[in-house]
């Protein structure tokens, strides 16, 4: 059975993935700015994921994830894209819809995680502006079911 790995482990990792797909190069300072902790905490993280073979890190080189770090990095971004565009499609806000998959995606169950995967994707390759889509919008807005068409 495969251990399962820190919320905190699993944010590193995919901080770490996205820089990287950005700029390349990730050092201590990057990951700093991008979660707003001190350097030395970063630090210790580094070192603990280092540790556990899940990145590479050498102190003022950078960091870079190893094939185990960049597959959990790719899953743990693979379901936070896949909450997040879940949680527009509802209209929920875009800021609040990238915070609540950030909290989501580490306890989602794996088969509705799937699930949410396939509708997302039904929804985006569906034809433009379904109608079902347009009346959940106006029951959002209104509390109320349209009015049949005639």
């Not at 699993?10 to 993935?17: G, Q, S």
């Not at 603990?48 to 994830?65: A, F, H, P, S």
């Not at 565009?85 to 799937?114: N, Q, Y």
Request: glycine content about 6%; overall charge positive; some cysteine.
């Amino acid at each position: 059975m495969k251990k399962k790995l820190s919320e905190s482990i699993e944010d590193y990792l995919e901080a770490i993935y996205r820089i990287e797909s950005k700029k390349g190069l990730v050092r201590t300072s990057d990951i700093s700015s991008f979660f707003g902790h001190k350097p030395s905490s970063v630090t210790e993280m580094l070192q603990k994921l280092d540790g556990q073979g899940l990145v590479n890190y050498e102190k003022y080189r950078g960091v870079t994830l190893t094939e185990s770090g960049k597959r959990v990095a790719k899953e743990v971004s693979r379901k936070h894209e896949t909450l997040s565009s879940f949680l527009k499609i509802l209209g929920v806000d875009e800021g609040i819809a990238e915070e609540d998959a950030c909290r989501i995606e580490h306890s989602v169950h794996k088969e509705t995680m799937e699930t949410l995967r396939k509708f997302v994707g039904f929804v985006q390759e569906a034809p433009k502006d379904p109608k079902w889509l347009r009346h959940f919008r106006h029951f959002i807005k209104t509390g109320k079911h349209p009015k049949p068409e005639e």
